[in-house]
Nanobody, 116 residues
Framework: QVQLVESGGGLVQPGGSLRLSCAAS????????MGWYRQAPGKQRELVAV???????NYADSVKGRFTISRDNAKNTVYLQMNSLKPEDTAVYFC??????????WGQGTQVTVSS
């Protein structure tokens, strides 16, 4: 069984930065792409970024140029570097692992709050 454990969330001022981490354990051979989703109060969950095993990344338009997703296959860990944070980035962020084409495994979620 696959487990995803997230860390790095917290409170930050507008314009600040945070780095989220998600470590996978268990049957990690069953994971292909990994990604980050977020869900703000009163809104649907949305894809933030996704990265393949080979390192190809895609981003939601709302975070392009500000967020960077990366992956360390040796450590079975995916990261989300978030810069120039805005209040509208406030949400619960979820790590996901896809197999074979859709998100199959999920982390517990970590709160990111951007506020003065």
């Amino acid at each position: 069984q696959v487990q995803l454990v997230e860390s790095g969330g917290g409170l930050v001022q507008p314009g600040g930065s945070l780095r989220l981490s998600c470590a996978a354990s268990g049957s990690i051979f069953s994971i292909n792409a990994m990604g980050w989703y977020r869900q703000a109060p009163g809104k649907q969950r949305e894809l933030v970024a996704v990265i393949t095993r080979s390192g190809t990344a895609n981003y939601a338009d709302s975070v392009k140029g500000r967020f960077t997703i990366s992956r360390d296959n040796a450590k079975n860990t995916v990261y989300l570097q978030m810069n120039s944070l805005k209040p509208e980035d406030t949400a619960v962020y979820f790590c996901s692992g896809s197999y074979p084409y859709q998100p199959t495994y999920w982390g517990q979620g970590t709160q990111v709050t951007v506020s003065s």
